[in-house]
């Protein structure tokens, strides 16, 4: 089974970061100066172990896959920025690919959507806008990719690598998209490629025609309880104020029923993003690591329906801190999140693979 966790490498300085918001922004930015916005919220977050770490630095994502393969996360996988030729938080993967080093398995997730601003509670002002200008920005992009493709220590399923794409439905022609991606693979020598859609339960069916061969279904970790709705309609209308919070539920989420095709099942550590968005962000409260393995438990159920080669847990993620979700080490649990994940991978294997 594959235990894949998404992998932000947002912790480093870039020229378009300096000139959007301050010479020397990554996402410590906002982690560090995080402030409780109501009685019970913990606030802020702050990294144990690893430190505010330097992506540019070697030894960090070193230990960084020490402590994923110790508690038996299989692989990272890492966001890519792709806009027409023009990538954005590249260096870290880059270094990996280069060096060699750390020597542990990976695979790449586009997130083929515009950025906003986000990061500073500006979601409606557009940084760089993702545009899909055809086959030749196709055919670069494929042969920016290749050699991580070819990469021996490269996931993937079924035999073929593995590439996760964000938001197939925001691409004019995903049908498209799928049959150029498999030819060029094929023309380049590789078996293929074996392509997951990140999506929800509104717009699956839809892409499982578009030729995807499994999807992620991330639902948010929130109950939302008939107080936490009341409150959140006054905050609606103005009385009080944000941001809104929900119960992290002690159960599993499953997918919704009736889901078509291959479905990987997802897990949220937690949820609170308002590092970035402050009284207008949302919270999961009461997230502890024992829920967390519960959820865990849960999804390995759910994986183990799929073919032996096909059962795969995604995590999400391993270093989104201003989003709150995040399996390395804090103040507050140390290496609690990364225990309950390992007692939960052992606990399955002993009873069913």
Request: aromatic residues 12%.
């Amino acid at each position: 089974m594959e235990v894949l966790a998404l992998y932000l490498p947002q912790f480093h300085p870039i020229p378009e970061n300096d000139r959007w918001w301050g010479k020397g922004f990554t996402e410590w930015t906002n982690v560090a100066r995080a402030r409780p916005l109501f009685r019970g919220h913990v606030q802020p977050h702050l990294p144990a172990d690893l430190g505010f770490y330097d992506l540019r630095v070697g030894e960090v994502r070193e230990a960084q896959a020490e402590l994923a393969r110790i508690h038996g996360v299989t692989g990272f996988c890492y966001w890519h920025y792709w806009f027409a030729g023009h990538q954005l938080l590249q260096r870290p993967f880059e270094e990996v690919l280069d060096s060699g080093s750390p020597d542990f398995p990976f695979c790449v997730a586009w997130a083929n959507q515009s950025w906003s601003g986000i990061w500073h509670g500006a979601p409606d002002k557009v940084l760089i806008e993702q545009t899909y200008p055809g086959p030749e920005d196709d055919l670069e992009h494929f042969t920016s990719l290749k050699r991580a493709f070819e990469d021996p220590r490269y996931i993937t399923i079924a035999g073929r690598p593995l590439l996760l794409v964000y938001q197939p439905g925001g691409m004019p022609e995903p049908a498209r998209f799928v049959e150029r991606w498999q030819k060029m693979a094929l023309d380049a020598g590789l078996p293929g490629l074996y392509l997951v859609a990140s999506l929800g339960e509104s717009d699956y069916r839809a892409h499982v025609e578009d030729g995807f061969d499994a999807a992620v279904h991330f639902s948010f970790p929130f109950r939302r309880t008939v107080a936490a709705r009341a409150r959140e309609h006054l905050i609606a209308r103005g009385v009080g104020s944000g941001p809104r919070h929900y119960p992290y539920p002690g159960a599993g989420v499953d997918p919704p029923a009736g889901l078509g095709g291959r479905i990987f099942p997802s897990v949220y550590p937690n949820w609170d993003n308002t590092p970035r968005l402050g009284r207008r962000g949302v919270v999961a409260t009461g997230a502890s690591p024992e829920r967390f393995g519960a959820h865990v438990r849960r999804a390995i159920e759910l994986a183990c329906a799929n073919p032996v080669d096909e059962q795969v847990v995604v995590i999400k993620s391993w270093n989104e801190w201003a989003e709150g979700n995040y399996l390395e080490p804090d103040e507050e649990f140390g290496t609690g999140r990364l225990e309950a994940l390992a007692r939960a991978l052992s606990s399955a294997r002993g009873r069913r693979f």
